[in-house]
């Protein structure tokens, strides 16, 4: 088994990695969305959101709860606390940004509302007719796509939802959850079975050890607030490989989705090299920060052996030295992932991770002979003169969640009322 490029992280940063790279994978969206409207209409940008989340939020929820011990007995057949779980590890609900507050009634039946919802906060600035899109059209299916990876009768029925009536309400949302018999069995995007295929779906990462210290498991109680630093160091190392797994699935789902509705493969690489960028940078700045990495070469390439693009070990393969790192074949190529879209004609993203460390520092990559064969080394460097942030990453930058801070929750159980 390759060991994790997270294991040699202390527990306490593990725990704020974790957090990071849920927030993280929210962004793709901030990035990837602007370009589809900006190349294919609002439109277009929503029938993709839907097929992006509803063909990857099914497996990657079924992976964690796999991993974390709270998988149903019966497969397909598990509970609403079951369902609640899934969201506070889930990219689609990142702690606090969107800050879920979750009612148990009983196994069948019970509720959430979102005292905070970042996403709403992007989009409300851009009118209702966007707040619609996101809270109506997108979340409706969405949502029951996630459901269903605990229960195929599962539903989730919003009480009330944006556009805000009066414009300042809060909770900004309500939703009930409900898993019934006499549901109809929900169905599946077409490009769930296609993402199921991938080598993302099947990755096998190292198993939790139960001897260690901490949490090695969410058997127990559902609780309010999800706290991290409870975890086992290796629990905490596989949730973060599991997450970055999360954010490689929903890149694959936009790709398949934007794959039948482009005009050619130089349009389907650029949207998808631009949603790159973007995510790279703003993910590079908030590790950078959570971290406390030093903004120097050394810095720059730990910063680039963390970052979900590279991540995780048995996905991407990465070499570190004291100067470069190289990157070989893996199963993130075959998957046509991130990673398969960067090498020495094009590794913009690589420099706008390290841009956001320091922007004096940079990026050169050249091939390792047969570039195919043998992959690519990419070394950083510091220039003389700074290099201003790239535009992809300002346009994610727009979002509230590049600047989020965390605040310390108390975690409590949650029991039936």
């Given at each position: 088994m390759i060991p994790s490029r997270y294991a040699d992280l202390t527990r306490e940063e593990l725990a704020e990695l974790v957090r990071e790279l849920l927030l993280i994978g929210q962004l793709i969206d901030r990035s990837g969305m602007a370009w589809c409207i900006s190349a294919l209409g609002r439109e277009e940008m929503l029938r993709i959101a839907i097929v992006e989340w509803a063909s990857a939020s099914p497996i990657y929820t079924r992976r964690m709860q796999t991993a974390l011990g709270y998988a149903p007995a019966v497969p397909g057949?598990?509970?609403?606390?079951?369902?609640?779980?899934?969201?506070?590890?889930?990219?689609?609900?990142?702690?606090?940004?969107?800050?879920?507050?979750?009612?148990?009634?009983?196994?069948?039946?019970?509720?959430?509302?979102?005292?905070?919802?970042?996403?709403?906060?992007?989009?409300?600035?851009?009118?209702?007719e966007y707040v619609r899109g996101m809270c109506h059209d997108i979340e409706d299916p969405t949502f029951?796509?996630?459901?269903?990876a605990t229960h195929p009768r599962a539903q989730v029925r919003p009480v009330h939802r944006p556009p805000r009536t009066p414009a300042d309400r809060t909770p900004h949302c309500r939703w009930t959850v409900v898993i019934d018999d006499a549901h109809p069995e929900a169905v599946a995007v077409p490009e769930l079975a296609l993402n199921e295929r991938s080598r993302a779906a099947s990755l096998e990462l190292a198993s939790i050890d139960p001897t260690d210290d901490g949490a090695a498991d969410y058997a127990g109680p559902l609780v309010s607030d999800l706290d991290l630093a409870a975890f086992s160091h290796s629990a905490l190392v596989r949730i973060a490989d599991e997450v970055c797994l999360q954010m490689a699935l929903l890149?694959?789902?936009?790709?398949?989705?934007?794959?039948?509705?482009?005009?050619?493969?130089?349009?389907?690489?650029?949207?998808?090299?631009?949603?790159?960028?973007?995510?790279?940078?703003?993910?590079?700045?908030?590790?950078?920060?959570?971290?406390?990495?030093?903004?120097?070469?050394?810095?720059?390439?730990?910063?680039?052996?963390?970052?979900?693009?590279?991540?995780?070990?048995?996905?991407?393969?990465?070499?570190?030295?004291?100067?470069?790192?190289?990157?070989?074949?893996?199963?993130?190529?075959?998957?046509?992932a991130w990673v398969s879209l960067i090498g020495p004609e094009w590794f913009v993203p690589l420099q706008a991770a390290v841009h956001a460390l320091d922007p004096h520092l940079d990026v050169e990559v050249r091939p390792l002979g047969d570039m195919v064969a043998d992959g690519w080394r990419g070394e950083v460097v510091?220039?003389?003169?700074?290099?201003?942030?790239?535009?992809?990453?300002?346009?994610?930058?727009?979002?509230?969640?590049?600047?989020?801070?965390?605040?310390?929750?108390?975690?409590?159980p949650i029991t039936p009322v």
């Open positions: 057949r598990g509970d609403v606390p079951t369902i609640f779980k899934g969201l506070q590890l889930d990219i689609g609900a990142p702690p606090q940004f969107m800050d879920f507050r979750y009612i148990v009634h009983d196994a069948r039946h019970g509720e959430f509302h979102l005292d905070h919802c970042g996403a709403l906060m992007d989009v409300e600035p851009m009118g209702e029951d796509a996630t459901a269903i890149d694959r789902g936009f790709t398949l989705a934007l794959e039948s509705r482009v005009a050619s493969r130089e349009q389907l690489l650029d949207i998808r090299r631009k949603q790159l960028v973007g995510v790279a940078g703003i993910a590079g700045s908030r590790l950078a920060r959570a971290l406390s990495l030093p903004a120097d070469t050394r810095g720059a390439l730990r910063l680039l052996a963390l970052h979900p693009m590279l991540n995780p070990a048995a996905y991407v393969s990465v070499e570190m030295d004291a100067e470069a790192l190289v990157v070989r074949p893996a199963p993130a190529d075959e998957d046509g510091r220039r003389p003169e700074p290099v201003p942030e790239a535009s992809e990453v300002a346009v994610v930058r727009f979002s509230t969640g590049a600047d989020f801070a965390f605040e310390p929750r108390r975690s409590l």
